[in-house]
């Protein structure tokens, strides 16, 4: 509860930051290509965008071609999509902009010039404020790098649980922020956060029970916010800790497949897509 409170300072400066923000994003270049009526805008890293390995093994980087749950659920329900989602995006850059992405040149669905991802959603809310659904996934990446400079120390595990406390405080605080942009820009919108799934559950014993730490406090700052969850992590790994979730995380992303991949496998978005709806409904 200690980061949730300390992240909601960040939020006194959402009005300036709003202006900054929208500002970086180069004169809404994609307002006009998704009709007005039934506007669902889809936020986040390459969850959100649908990243799929063998694609990128095949040089086939055309954005149509990549389907996340956010496709899925949007064709569905007849929604026209909007998807801002940028692979390789953290809770920072997609505030201020440097998505991995676009900064190598590669195309996103909703093209943003490789400035902020935000400020181009907040610019096409603005210009759509009938807009019904926003869907925010982001923090993967946050973790992942310090999954990352853990993996060569003695204690993997401990390591993480060190670095844990660094990370989530950068996250809430930009989660507090873009939450409550994302109130101000779309008041009349439902917004639905997705938790965190663990692709590594197989490879890291015990991960699971240091995850749930984020997914709890994620749960809060949503309550908080008036936003709701989708349960990401129970689409992909099921029951922690039993045959079932080995079944989940081989069959739902490329962990147990040559590619290595934390990625989800179209089951997996497709799972993830029902999370969405489920989220939506509440």
Request: proline letters at 6%; aromatic letters at 8%.
């Amino acid at each position: 509860m200690g980061l949730v409170r300390k992240s909601l300072l960040a939020v006194a400066s959402a009005t300036a930051l709003l202006s900054t923000v929208i500002a970086s994003a180069p004169a809404a270049q994609a307002v006009t290509k998704v009709p007005t009526s039934d506007a669902y805008v889809s936020i986040g890293d390459s969850l959100a965008f649908g990243y799929q390995p063998n694609l990128v093994a095949a040089g086939d980087f055309n954005p149509a071609d990549y389907a996340s749950y956010a496709e899925i659920y949007a064709h569905e329900e007849h929604l026209n999509l909007a998807n801002f989602g940028c692979p390789g995006e953290t809770s920072t850059t997609m505030i201020y902009g440097g998505c991995p992405w676009t900064t190598g040149g590669l195309p996103t669905h909703m093209p943003f010039g490789g400035e902020s991802q935000l400020g181009a959603a907040f610019t096409f809310l603005s210009a759509h404020p009938e807009t019904k659904l926003v869907s925010i996934d982001i923090g993967s990446n946050d973790l992942l790098g310090v999954v990352d400079s853990c993996l060569t120390a003695t204690n993997v595990l401990g390591c993480i649980q060190s670095g844990l406390p660094g990370a989530m405080n950068t996250l809430f605080n930009n989660y507090s922020l873009t939450l409550g942009l994302t109130h101000l820009v779309a008041p009349q919108a439902k917004i639905v956060i997705f938790n965190i799934y663990n692709p590594l559950a197989l490879q890291l014993p015990g991960s699971d029970a240091i995850l749930a730490q984020v997914d709890s406090q994620l749960l809060l700052l949503a309550h908080y916010f008036g936003a709701t969850v989708a349960d990401a992590f129970s689409a992909i790994n099921g029951k922690p800790g039993t045959t079932r979730e080995a079944h989940y995380v081989c069959t739902r992303t490329w962990e147990c497949t040559p590619y290595k991949n934390i990625h989800p496998t179209t089951l997996g978005y497709k799972e993830m897509a029902i999370a969405l709806e489920r989220a939506v409904r509440r």
